[in-house]
């Protein structure tokens, strides 16, 4: 059974930092790419950043200079680290592996506000 089980986000000032973690059990999460998604409301869920098996990693525009992630292959996790936040950061994210199967987290709340 594949779960990935999110932690991390909640509420944070505009210019604060979030981590979110996603850790993976039931696959080989060494041969995954792995991405972080966001859904705001009323808004199509879009890609985040997404990791390689080999490392190379890729943002999405408004989020780079921004976000980082990264994997520990060894603890099969991935992180976004969220710095710089803005209020449009504001989004339930979800972590996603894909290789010939896509799974997803559970989802986490992001709120950005004053």
């Known amino acids: 059974q594949v779960q990935l089980v999110q932690s991390g986000g909640g509420l944070v000032q505009p210019g604060g930092s979030l981590r979110l973690s996603c850790a993976a059990s039931g696959i080989t999460f060494s041969i995954y790419a792995m991405g972080w998604y966001r859904q705001a409301p009323g808004k199509r869920r879009e890609l985040v950043a997404v990791i390689t098996s080999q490392g190379i990693t890729n943002y999405a525009d408004s989020v780079k200079g921004r976000f980082t992630i990264s994997r520990d292959n060894a603890k099969s996790t991935v992180y976004l680290q969220m710095n710089s936040l803005k209020p449009e950061d504001t989004a339930v994210f979800y972590c996603?592996?894909?290789?010939?199967?896509?799974?997803w987290g559970q989802g986490t709340q992001v709120t950005v506000s004053s």
């Open positions: 996603n592996a894909q290789l010939y199967s896509t799974y």
